[in-house]
T-cell receptor, first 114, second 111 residues
Framework: DTAVSQTPKYLVTQMGNDKSIKCEQNLGHDTMYWYKQDSKKFLKIMFSYNNKELIINETVPNRFSPKSPDKAHLNLHINSLELGDSAVYFC?????????????FGPGTRLTVL | DAKTTQPNSMESNEEEPVHLPCNHSTISGTDYIHWYRQLPSQGPEYVIHGLTSNVNNRMASLAIAEDRKSSTLILHRATLRDAAVYYCILRVTGANSKLTFGKGITLSVRP
């Protein structure tokens, strides 16, 4: 059973389009995250939700809008895609958001903007 | 967040122990030390974490210096599957604590 799943695995699209990436976790966790890993392999947190409430919002363009319909899902919608949005996006979850909680990551979604 | 310093890369032989060092001289008294790894084309995977005492789990051991300014991740018997980028991360104590990934150390395992 996949603990943290993401769809799609690959996403190729044109500049200016709007796209969504979905994430689901079946671990019963209350906290979910989105990370971006760029071409240089740097992995940075974008957002975090705890019990459907936004708790971490890094300096991310307004074109990125996370939505958490329930504790098991955290989707990422991106408007007006730009070339620089090309990256691998990872979803993660944890039980709690404290410094000792381990995070479980999904397999990633590779987004390519042409 | 306090920073960590790791070598860029390390090589090891299969079935031998591996010691991956991490320096964190500006660690504060309540920062947790976390290790994650990322296998090729996969998401990061939790390995181990600790605060002051050495820790063991099924994957690895974490040895923390007495002054907490450095730590070492120990893989007791490296396998080919352990080839990955290993990240040493400090997490500030408290709620809403972030994982801030650095460059990590790339471990290669020779058969």
């Amino acid at each position: 059973d996949t603990a943290v799943s993401q769809t799609p695995k690959y996403l190729v699209t044109q500049m200016g389009n709007d796209k969504s990436i979905k994430c689901e976790q079946n671990l019963g966790h209350d906290t979910m995250y989105w990370y971006k890993q760029d071409s240089k392999k740097f992995l940075k947190i974008m957002f975090s939700y705890n019990n459907k409430e936004l708790i971490i919002n890094e300096t991310v363009p307004n074109r990125f809008s996370p939505k958490s319909p329930d504790k098991a899902h955290l989707n990422l919608h991106i408007n007006s895609l730009e070339l620089g949005d090309s990256a691998v996006y990872f979803c993660a979850s944890s039980q709690g958001s404290s410094s000792y909680n381990e995070q479980f990551f999904g397999p990633g979604t590779r987004l390519t903007v042409l | 967040d306090a920073k960590t310093t790791q070598p860029n890369s390390m090589e090891s032989n299969e079935e031998e122990p591996v010691h991956l060092p991490c320096n964190h001289s500006t660690i504060s008294g309540t920062d947790y030390i976390h290790w994650y790894r990322q296998l090729p084309s996969q998401g990061p995977e939790y390995v181990i974490h600790g605060l002051t005492s050495n820790v063991n789990n099924r994957m690895a051991s974490l040895a923390i210096a007495e002054d907490r300014k450095s730590s070492t991740l120990i893989l007791h018997r490296a396998t080919l599957r352990d080839a990955a980028v290993y990240y040493c991360i400090l997490r500030v104590t408290g709620a809403n604590s972030k994982l801030t990934f650095g460059k990590g150390i790339t471990l290669s395992v020779r058969p």
